[in-house]
């Protein structure tokens, strides 16, 4: 395999397309939330902003084992391309859904976008050991990682901006095609690549094509161990996140641009502590951030959820102007950081523990297991604030299960991976 460098052609124009391609699934998501929260009924807008996240996931579940078995068998430089060209049509799609205000047409087109997302992640997982080795291979990661979490936060925050502003429902399609232009067009500049296992079928019978695939992931315990790392961190991130309305509302007492704040410092947190290990991490010694990386997720973010426990702030000036609300995002920001230090190594552990041959399909069967994690989370977070538990509480207890994850990482890489 050639090694190339990260600003070569090999990487810059996949950055881009992952990059934009998070960018217009947040904005649309985030567009769709806001637009029903002012033209439904509270009851309604409250269903469909629970529905919408489930929509988004529910592919990743249901087609990651035909998406990893597609991006074997053929040129995943080729099905990129044809990836942004099926968000390019969704795109379009969504301009008649927001003019026409049909919000079962916009689900519809939702998880459209949820179907093509869980097939372009084992495409961009999968082409990038075959681009980069070692040290390279960490910082390209890192990069995707930090481009990913950009566009998450870019795109809510504009998905909110541009829907409510004059001529939003125009405007707002307007940018998601625009962007999905750009997108398609750097998606063509990545250069072919060979497939990885040519010749190989497609199952499309869900069920079992899933556990075929989870027992393949299984029986190759690297594998096993990245996926399950790579999963907790989902979980951690979206208990985190699921948590940000809940506490603005119920313990700051504040508006939606103080939610909005702690979801742009969490996202830049986990975007820049992927950066951080792109620096940092080498591949001879790849798993050494994690541990403290862990303990650190733990610490600051039951100092998050002490510090959130005793504060009032009704906007984001005084928020600011609080110690305690400085403490706040401080810890909120280092545990993103960590976060991001923690996530990458597994990501580069799975992309090198398995076989090349079917490596986006171990990316497909780490997707399955990221999205029950977090459909889990979410409905375990969504009882406990029923059954009258806080934002701060569920958090607490979400750092001390981390303490309990950790630990297992810590037996299992010193028994079972010394060599890694």
């Known amino acids: 395999m050639a090694e190339h460098s990260l600003n070569s052609r090999h990487f810059i124009p996949l950055f881009i397309a992952q990059t934009l391609g998070a960018l217009n699934d947040n904005l649309f998501k985030n567009a769709l939330v806001i637009l029903a929260l002012y033209r439904l009924s509270p009851g309604q807008a409250s269903a469909l902003s629970a529905l919408s996240g489930g929509l988004f ?9 035909p998406a990893g078995q597609l991006a074997d068998a053929h040129d995943k430089a080729r099905l990129i391309l044809w990836t942004k060209y099926w968000e390019l049509g969704l795109t379009v799609l969504a301009l008649i859904g927001f003019l026409t205000g049909d919000f079962p047409f916009l689900l519809a087109v939702l998880l459209g976008l949820g179907l093509q997302a869980a097939f372009f992640s084992p495409l961009k997982y999968g082409l990038l050991p075959e681009l980069f080795a070692a040290d390279q291979l960490i910082k390209a990661n890192g990069g995707i990682e930090a481009g990913t979490f950009a566009g998450i936060v870019v795109g809510t925050v504009a998905g909110g901006i541009l829907i409510l502003l004059p001529h939003g429902r125009l405007l707002t399609p307007a940018v998601a095609i625009l962007l999905a232009l750009v997108g398609l067009a750097s998606a063509k500049i990545i250069p072919p690549t060979s497939p990885a296992s040519p010749g190989l079928k497609l199952d499309w019978n869900f069920w079992r094509a899933n556990v075929v695939l989870l027992s393949a992931a299984r029986a190759n315990r690297r594998v096993w161990f990245a996926c399950w790392g790579i999963s907790w ?67 600051f973010i039951g100092d998050f959820a002490l510090s959130a426990e005793h ?91 981390n303490l309990v994850v950790v630990a297992w990482i810590w037996r299992v890489q010193t028994v079972f991976l010394k060599s890694v």
């Not at 996931?57 to 084992?65: D, K, Q, R």
């Not at 609080?322 to 280092?334: E, T, Y």
């Not at 799975?350 to 297991?369: K, Y």
């Open 233 to 299: 961190f989902w979980v951690m991130g979206a208990t985190v996140l699921a948590a940000f309305p809940v506490l603005a509302r119920v313990l700051l007492h504040a508006d939606g641009h103080v939610a909005t704040l702690l979801l742009t410092v969490f996202a830049v947190g986990v975007g820049g502590g992927s950066l951080v290990a792109a620096r940092f991490v080498h591949a001879r010694n790849l798993l050494h951030f994690v541990l403290p990386a862990g303990l650190g997720m733990s610490l």
């Open 311 to 401: 504060l009032l702030a009704p906007d984001v000036q005084s928020l600011l102007s609080q110690a305690a609300g400085c403490r706040a995002l401080f810890d909120l920001a280092l545990t993103a950081i960590c976060g991001g230090l923690f996530s990458v190594p597994f990501y580069v552990l799975l992309q090198t523990s398995a076989a090349p041959g079917e490596r986006a399909r171990m990316v497909g069967a780490n997707n399955v297991m990221n999205s029950i994690g977090v459909l889990l989370a979410g409905g375990i977070e969504a009882l406990a604030y029923t059954k009258g538990a806080g934002p701060a509480n569920v958090l607490a207890v979400a750092a001390l299960l």
């Open 57 to 65: 996931l529910l592919p990743y579940i249901l087609v990651s084992a």
